[in-house]
């Protein structure tokens, strides 16, 4: 049983850690700058405040929340700790649709960038096609959609691989950076309406929150409790492919972020998705914006795509979390 005195003491930890986070990192890069002359208007340390970092670090804080919430859907809808935003194929959909964009050279498309455009048609495209191999009847199978995901996401990585062997000097040096995952600066009315976007699904995550914990059960466990298992499986991977393809779209592929920040908070809060939800939320953003802060000051002047970053962190462990597995089996 969850008390409220419990949801509150980890919900404001885990968001008085992110916004601390969020509030020190703009101090930090290679450039100096004084706090006290950004207030002051001075120049150049305003401009490197308000137009270089501070956006950058908001939108790997917007990023790193969605990519963890996205991480705790596609766990509850498989039912397994190891599954991630890009499981089902949505990410590597994204990313072709980006690849197609650099290739042909497109800047923008109905007056919006090319690149945004044509990932997030990518990442909708793709999640509509794994709903359509993955429905049976009016039944969607969990286990068809897995299977379907990693046969589309093979599919376009080939694809990828085929676009980037046709490419220009120039446009493979795109692609590779791309697909590396990266951070810039945006626009702050660009931010406000992928907070807005972000904020309205991780609302609605919550409402459906008892029936996560109902389908991370079982299917038959939920279905006996009243749970519409079609209508709830069809919302999350709505949910899930949603996020990862706005965050995809606008920053390129980042792996590992949905698989180590809703483990790891598993294993300190349990598994109940009324607090692992916004306690995930809070704490992928202070995550993605550490990452992003070692990315552009561990080699500064030089930055590192943040997409290195967290797979470097990511895949001990993942290994990890496999060899744990494995030894409560052989148990």
């Not at 550490?290 to 290195?308: F, K, M, N, S, Y």
Request: net charge positive; charged share 10%.
């Amino acid at each position: 049983m969850l008390s409220r005195r419990r949801f509150w003491v980890w919900v404001a930890s885990c968001g008085l850690l992110s916004l601390a986070v969020l509030a020190l990192a703009p101090l930090i890069g290679s450039s100096r700058m004084q706090i006290s002359h950004v207030w002051a208007g001075l120049s150049p340390d305003r401009e490197i405040f308000f137009y270089a970092r501070l956006p950058r670090v908001l939108l790997a804080g917007l990023a790193g929340g969605a990519l963890a919430l996205a991480g705790v859907i596609f766990q509850a809808l498989l039912r397994d700790s190891l599954a991630t935003p890009f499981t089902l194929g949505v990410s590597s959909g994204s990313a072709l649709g980006a690849v197609i964009a650099i290739c042909f050279g497109w800047q923008t498309v109905a007056g919006l960038p090319a690149l945004a455009v044509t990932a997030f048609a990518g990442a909708a495209l793709t999640m509509l096609l794994v709903l359509w191999i993955a429905f049976e009847g009016r039944r969607l199978s969990s286990f068809t959609l897995l299977l379907a995901g990693v046969t589309i996401n093979s599919i376009c990585m080939a694809g990828i691989l085929f676009l980037h062997y046709l490419a220009r000097f120039g446009q493979s040096f795109a692609i590779v950076r791309w697909l590396m995952g990266g951070i810039d600066a945006v626009e702050y009315t660009t931010l406000g309406v992928t907070a807005a976007g972000l904020l309205a699904a991780f609302f609605v995550t919550m409402a459906k929150s008892q029936e996560w914990n109902l389908l991370a059960v079982g299917e038959e466990w939920a279905a006996g409790r009243g749970v519409n298992l079609s209508r709830t499986m069809l919302t999350g991977y709505l949910l899930g492919s949603f996020l990862t393809g706005v965050v995809t779209s606008m920053t390129g592929p980042i792996g590992f972020v949905g698989l180590i920040v809703p483990h790891a908070l598993r294993l300190a809060v349990g598994a109940d998705h009324r607090l692992l939800i916004p306690c995930s939320f809070f704490a992928g953003a202070g995550f993605l914006a550490i990452c992003d802060t070692i990315a552009r000051t561990v080699l500064a002047p030089t930055e590192v795509p943040v997409g290195v970053i967290t797979s470097l962190l990511g895949g001990p462990f993942f290994i990890w979390l496999l060899r744990t597995r494995r030894r409560s089996l052989w148990l």
